[in-house]
């Protein structure tokens, strides 16, 4: 394989990396909720009652956990941390490559930022 193709399909490998993770996701997150589905449909054939601590046991409760945004937040700031960390790794004497993957990471960065404030200021209003 020469160096020119190999250079074509690196791109198209990261997106369809980036794809399929995404499919995956969604995939077994839509399993899950069938199958969810499927107990409680059978629960209510045998004549069942369904409890709301019955179906949240089942964890089809919608309700976010407390914590979601700031694990979210964490997520987003250590993947801005990541990609500036490469860009400080790239051998690149002009320094370039670092800046451009600093302007780069400030958008995970400010992301992470904006999940954090929003656990602050929903801690702070009464629900």
């Known amino acids: 394989m020469n160096e020119g193709t190999l250079a074509l399909l690196v ?10 993770s995404i499919w995956l996701v969604l995939h077994f997150r839509a399993k899950k909720d069938l199958e969810i589905q499927q107990t409680v449909r059978m629960a209510l054939d045998k004549g069942a009652e369904l ?7 089942l ?7 407390p914590l979601q945004d700031v694990r979210r937040g964490i997520v987003w700031i250590t ?13 690149d004497p002009s320094n370039h ?3 451009a993957l600093l302007a780069i990471a400030m958008l995970p ?5 904006g999940y954090l404030a929003m656990h602050l200021f929903s ?3 009464p629900a």
Do not use: D, M, W, Y
């Open 59 to 65: 964890g089809a409760s919608n309700k976010p956990h």
């Open 109 to 113: 960065f400010a992301i992470g930022l």
């Open 11 to 20: 791109p198209f490998g990261f997106f369809l990396l980036v794809g399929v």
């Open 79 to 91: 993947v801005a941390v990541g990609i500036a960390l490469f860009g400080f790794f790239v051998p």
């Open 97 to 99: 490559a670092f800046l």
């Open 51 to 57: 409890t709301p601590e019955l179906i949240e046991q």
């Open 123 to 125: 801690r702070q209003q």
